[in-house]
């Protein structure tokens, strides 16, 4: 049902950009506050996902993924680039320093969609668990609660490129627990 609104929105149908927000915006506005921390900020946010997702439904290939981890992809990054901003913006007007999150080259599935596939949850949760510990953590918070990498390692109290290791290595696990290699 969710696929066939999707494909609606692509052809300009808004009754169906109404009907996929009805479906899906509880579980994307948990996304975008778990990542944001301010309630007010993550309701502009969401706005702008479903403006993303009205702009690019043409997009969505069910082949490649479900409709909610699509979403929730969209969700992610767009809540990323608002602490993005607003950390720039509190600093511009000297109010907090700058820590935006790295960006890592990577031809990888992106590990959010990965995490954010409802329908994968069970195989997801033992293929987390499988994890080392440090490796589920790091991820854990770095895709959860929206961490940079710096922000990670001074929280755990270990070295910066220890960090990057570890979240590389535990998501190369799980690119392989998953299947998607």
């Not at 600093?91 to 999150?101: I, K, M």
């Not at 033992?126 to 589920?136: F, V």
């Not at 990670?152 to 998607?180: Q, Y």
Request: include cysteine; hydrophobic fraction near 45%; charged fraction near 30%.
């Amino acid at each position: 049902m969710l696929i066939a609104a999707i494909e609606q929105v692509a052809r300009g149908n808004s009754a169906a950009l109404k009907q996929v927000y009805d479906m899906t915006s509880a579980k994307l506005f948990g996304v975008i506050l778990r990542i944001m921390h301010d309630r007010e900020l993550a309701e502009d946010v969401l706005q702008d996902v479903y403006l993303k997702v009205w702009n690019r439904a043409g997009r969505f290939d069910a082949n490649r993924a479900s409709p909610i981890s699509w979403l929730c992809v969209i969700a992610r990054n767009a809540a990323i680039d608002g602490v993005r901003r607003q950390q720039r913006s509190d600093y511009l007007s000297g109010h907090a320093e700058a820590d935006v999150l790295e960006e890592i080259e990577d031809d990888a599935v992106p590990a959010d969609e990965l995490l954010c596939n409802a329908e994968d949850n069970e195989r997801m949760r033992r293929c987390m668990e499988a994890l080392q510990d440090d490796h589920r953590k790091s991820i854990r918070m770095a895709f959860f609660d929206g961490l940079s990498h710096s922000e990670l390692a001074e929280r755990i109290g270990v070295p910066l490129g220890t960090m990057k290791s570890w979240i590389r290595r535990g998501l190369a696990s799980l690119k392989g627990c998953l299947g998607g290699g």
